[in-house]
């Protein structure tokens, strides 16, 4: 959070660092068209050996398994299935794809901007078929998870919203951006999972990777901190409840360059640990692919002057689980 320079430190950006920023900025503006190809796959399985016939073309299932190849569009997509003579038409919608949403990254510039591509759309990666039912029904094949699985659990807090009061201080609130968390997801039963996770976070004022030269006197606030939580999982959607262990930093910082303004009072750093609660519920998007919030309140500070003293972080989370086991 900029205090006392924040428009002198745009100002004093030099030719060569703008043009990453606006490098960066333009290619996060469209992530499904930088990303995405104009065709996808899509995986199907059936109960019995069939036929598969999509736009004409008609494919033999192996070991009742087909790969189709399709066009990304809005449109829903129609597949016809054979077997001992039962005639099985399947209507798939299309969906937003995982590239359309990492333009959340660049606050959804990138979202307006494909609103209307083909490229934005995606269909289910893997589908179930029953043979011998004629009705339209397809059944989502994502392999999802089972008692005793495990994933590997990657995440960016890329919006953070603090609220610190750090000793002998007033009490301080910033939103920014920028974190790294990576952890791990135990499934216990079928629908319930552990996560424990080491998280970094901070309130750094730019939103995406650009070279900035800051001058005279600022704040930042960052929190690091391991939390495990048990989480239900229903359909697309999870929520979770735990502990968590933190260590909470402010630092007012001052930086000599560019003749800026003196400072308001001398540089200063305060730390303190604390213990707290975490919560957290995560929609799910696609195979790998969640959106989430996290609240973690704190209340018992570690030597500090006053040990019980009300703090929390709130992010919003772009998550990627990587199944392990």
Known sequence: MLKRNSVKTFKTMTFKQIIPLIFFTCILNSCATILNQPTTYMHIRT???SLIIHNGDTITTIKNRAILTLDRNKDPVSIISISD???NRTIINSKNSIGYYFNLFNLGIGMMIEKNKPKRYDYP???RINSSDTSTTYYRSDGGPKKGSLFLHLSLPHINSFYFS???E???SNTGFWGLSIGFDYFHTNNQFFNLSASAVSD???PIPAAIDISGEFELMTSTYLSLTNNHKVNHFSFGYGISFVKNTWD???IERFDPPPPTREPIKKSHYAFGGCFSSYYQLG???NLGLIFRPTFLRINTQNNLKYEHLISFDITWKIRLK
């Open 47 to 49: 109960t019995k050996p």
């Open 125 to 127: 990666w893997k589908i």
């Open 204 to 206: 750094f004022f730019v």
């Open 170 to 172: 007033k009490a301080k």
């Open 85 to 87: 003579s039962i005639q």
């Open 166 to 168: 750090p000793d002998k």
């Open 252 to 254: 007012l910082s001052y």
């Open 287 to 289: 195979r790998r692919f």
